[in-house]
């Protein structure tokens, strides 16, 4: 199995011997024997076939599970987090899920806000100030206060995006991002990753870390900077979009339809 | 002659699948006290409008099907026991048995029931379809601790909704009783069934009800969110989750009643 080279920087994700299992069932093992190492700034695509536990192996490295074996460090520090002391340490990381994941009973501009009054005891007033700018960037000022229930999937996928960047995270992680979205969508997303791999004003010009999961790697062709597989619960690091043209894997083949191969 | 081997099976699984749920429920109650304890200063902003929405869900909002409630449960017992006190002469103990009927038995179980039905079950059904759909691990990926966001204003809301509407049920009761009594011509003025029902009340009376019901609502509303929350549901399986917790706690509330009886016979 291939790991990528180990940056001089401390590592943002760094994964020895791990094995994730199954969040609904833990019992379940979803990939064994993960060596990985994510530098500063990396942009990440891990591809996979639906059902071969991309969304469980995100949650895992998200911190929402326990590693069934290995060490996994999140810029240094041991993962999973639970306690209490060490949260604001877990809290650089950001999650995104497949389906937004929305608190039904609040509206999108309440989600939003929800883990800035909760972690920087803030009035409602003041927390809707501060993500202003991010509903604005993210087109969600006529959504804001709508219900979940009452706005389509695109853009619940987009206040799943939002709520995630209000604590402005260093890592974010994002399960399947461009699942489910018509071309539109899909090309914003594509742009406003790329913007923020690369420092956007929203998170005051800082390079973010991205790790996204896809089942079709085509659209990320130009974006992401690094790839890696998951299959039968192996994980292989591709490298480069170059390198995964290359490779004569079936999988990969499978993952790029209409594409040709070297 | 031995029992068959699968109806012992039988009994051996229940009986396990008891323990556990014990077990299951004990440590979620503490989990959820030590979360009251220790995180009453965070969020404050945030915590509290959501506290005080489930105060009001669990109390004032149910205040019309109380009032309803305790008029009826004034009927009922005074109904009854007005034509058979009269009978054997022992009209004069008509405010001891609403004492000892609505304040210290009827009164907080019935509240405790109609807390359950009404907000109990929906707890169930709201936080199971959250666990389903995900929001339980959205919180956890927020850091937000889904005891603290999603448990411990239903537990709060629901000791004070339950004590409150206890109170208001018992009132309500004992002012219909008289009302139902004058009704049916028993020659008993006002003040003598007020100085009655004062008589037959003692200072630990009240210090039991307010006990009695906080702990009906703590017991209630732990049972629920166990079941809603707790363990990892899927949308199909919300529906039994509920089945389960009413019973559970229907069963928890008469339990904990006969404890409350045992104290009142001891002190």
């Known amino acids: 199995m291939e790991s990528s080279a180990p940056s001089k920087e401390m590592p943002v994700i760094e994964m020895r011997d791990v094995s994730a299992s199954s969040l609904r069932d833990q019992s379940t093992i979803i990939v064994e024997k993960v060596n990985w190492t994510v530098a500063g700034s990396d942009y990440w695509v891990i591809a996979g076939l639906q059902g071969a536990g991309k969304s469980d192996f995100l949650m895992m490295t998200a911190g929402l599970m326990a590693p069934a074996a290995g060490t996994y460090l999140l810029l240094g520090e041991t993962m999973p987090i639970f306690d209490e002391p060490r949260l604001k340490h877990r809290l650089r990381l950001g999650l995104v899920f497949e389906t937004g994941q929305l608190f039904n009973h609040l509206t999108v501009l309440e989600n939003v806000v929800l883990p800035l009054r909760y972690h920087y005891d803030l009035p409602k007033s003041e927390a809707q100030e501060k993500v202003r700018d991010l509903l604005e960037v993210l087109e969600l000022g006529p959504w804001a206060d709508s219900t979940p229930g009452a706005i389509g999937r695109n853009w619940q996928k987009r206040v799943g995006l939002a709520r995630a960047l209000a604590l402005k995270p260093e890592v974010l992680l994002l399960d399947n991002p461009l699942g489910g979205l018509d071309l539109r969508h899909m090309h914003w997303w594509l742009t406003f990753l790329e913007q923020l791999s690369k420092g956007h004003s929203l998170l005051d010009g800082r390079k973010i870390t991205l790790v996204a999961t896809a089942a079709d790697l085509r659209p990320w062709k130009g974006r992401a900077r690094q790839f890696a597989i998951l299959r039968e619960k192996k994980f292989a690091v591709l490298g480069t979009w170059a390198q995964v043209e290359a490779a004569s894997s079936e999988l990969v083949q499978e993952l790029l339809p209409m594409e040709s191969h070297a | ?267």
């Open chain 2, 1 to 267: 002659m031995p029992l068959p081997r699968s109806f012992t099976n039988y009994v051996g699984r229940k009986l396990f699948r008891f323990l556990l749920t014990v077990q299951g429920l004990g440590a979620f109650g503490l989990i959820t006290l030590a979360v009251i304890l220790r995180k009453a200063r965070i969020a404050r902003h945030l915590m509290r409008p959501v506290i005080a929405q489930e105060v009001a869900r669990a109390g004032s909002r149910l205040l019309p099907m109380f009032i309803f409630v305790s008029v009826a449960l004034g009927l009922v017992v005074i109904g009854q026991s007005v034509s058979w006190l009269t009978r054997v002469g022992a009209i004069n103990y008509l405010g001891s048995i609403m004492v000892i009927v609505v304040v210290r038995e009827l009164g907080p179980l019935l509240a405790g029931l109609l807390v359950l039905s009404r907000i109990g079950a929906a707890n169930v059904i709201e936080l199971g379809t959250a666990r389903a759909l995900g929001e339980v691990e959205a919180l956890e990926a927020l850091g937000i601790d889904p005891v603290h966001y999603l448990v411990v204003p239903r537990v709060i809301g629901m000791a004070l909704g339950t004590f409150a509407l206890t109170v208001y049920l018992i009132l309500g009761a004992l002012f219909s009783g008289y009302l139902w009594a004058f009704i049916q011509d028993v020659p008993l003025r006002p003040g003598d069934y007020f100085q009655q029902l004062a008589g037959s009340l003692s200072g630990l009376d009240f210090a039991l009800l307010a006990l009695k019901t906080i702990a009906f609502g703590f017991i209630i509303s732990l049972v629920t969110c166990y079941h809603g929350l707790a363990q990892p549901l899927r949308l199909e399986e919300v529906s039994f989750a509920t089945v389960r917790a009413v019973a559970q706690s229907v069963i928890a509330c008469i339990l904990l009643d006969a404890l409350f009886i045992l104290i009142y016979l001891v002190a």
